[in-house]
């Protein structure tokens, strides 16, 4: 006899059924859902492979740039320097055009070292005054604009949106308190063309460099440190003997007493110094900056020393411990320079500390290191040979 199934058999059944249709139907959506999801990750890791990487400027800006940078150009005081320390100029295919100029000086040493700038293409005046017509008209075009930003031509922002080109805004800092901004400097344009490495070889140069330097000169009490000037410092273009520079590296490497520093007060920065107060400060050494020479042989701080009745009064003119030394200022500060002075600097006041250096040789020690060649002789032949040497005043 066939037996009936009561209707709550039935019901339990539906509900069964139901669970299971409804967990299928829910499997179903979140599978969907992950596919989709996987798809967004797979479109968007296309778009940023498309797109490149990003890095994050030294005005805080992000840029996009792409995967491999091969082709830049260089903008503003100094700039060109640095991607030649991290020896990336072949990535170069046009120049502002300071680059371009035939002079009877120049205090480059970058410049010095690659010859090939003064027959490239130019894409602007230099200190940043670019042109954005000129740079679209480039063959080949630059992938990346570096720029170190001064207050004149486009800003970053403005020169990208004009050429349609990534531009990296660049501090390119200082050897004394502003170092952690030039070695960002470095770093950042490293990472940029893909010198990365390079850039840490630099930066630990300089540090051991700078750190050697200190040692030597530890432990010279304050009264045992003789009093200095530098003078003839160029800025904008040269200057006489009022020109110096107070936070001057190579006289805090070496533990000189900077009078110019002593008597700053808040102002760190290039300053004219009034003849009477170099009087009154009466140093025992008077180092010139060299680009003083720009000036012509009736002017400039050489001229001055040789002439000017005041100047004959000093204790280093008349002892004969003034020195001629390479020009810190020249489109911005050569840093490798910097070090070299340090060095000759360093010998002339401690000779006993020093006495395994031989200045020139150094320098060129110092220039092969940083931007690949010797070019001391180079330089020492455009200032008259004077370069590391006693100045004759009186």
Known sequence: MRQSVSPSVYKTLFQVRSVRSTWYLSAVQEGVMIYR??????????????????????????????????????????????????????????VDDIETRHSAFDARPYALAN??????????????????????????????????????????DKLQAKT?????????????????????????????VGRSERAETVIAYFEKTIHDLQARTAGISVDEQP????????????????????????FTFIGARNLALQGAGKSLSHSIIAREQIVSWNPDYLFVDLSTLQMGEKAGGLYELRTDPAYATLRAVADGQVFGVLPYNWYAQNFESILANAYFIGKTLYPDRFQDIDPAVKADEIYTSVIGKPVFSTMNTMFSNLIFTRLQVR
């Not at 940023?48 to 992000?62: E, F, P």
């Open 227 to 250: 009093s200095v000037y530098l003078g003839g410092v160029a800025f904008k273009g040269p200057h006489g003997l009022q020109s110096t520079e107070p936070a001057y590296p190579p």
């Open 115 to 156: 010859p090939q700038f003064k027959d490239m293409p130019v894409f602007g005046q230099f200190r940043g005054l670019d042109n954005p017509e000129i740079i679209l008209t480039l063959d080949p075009a630059p992938q990346v604009i570096f720029k170190i930003f001064m207050g004149l031509g486009d800003k970053p």
């Open 37 to 94: 999801a996987l798809v967004l990750l797979l479109l968007l890791f296309a778009v940023q492979a498309a797109q490149g990487h990003t890095v994050t400027d030294a005005s805080g800006r992000t840029v996009v740039l792409p995967d491999t940078v091969k082709r830049v150009i260089c903008s503003g005081s100094g700039c060109l320097r640095l991607l030649c320390y991290l020896q990336a100029q072949d990535r170069v295919v046009a």
């Open 164 to 192: 349609g080109i990534p531009v990296v805004a660049i501090d390119s800092g200082d050897l004394g308190a502003r170092r952690p901004q030039f070695q960002a400097a470095l770093r950042l344009m490293g990472e940029v």
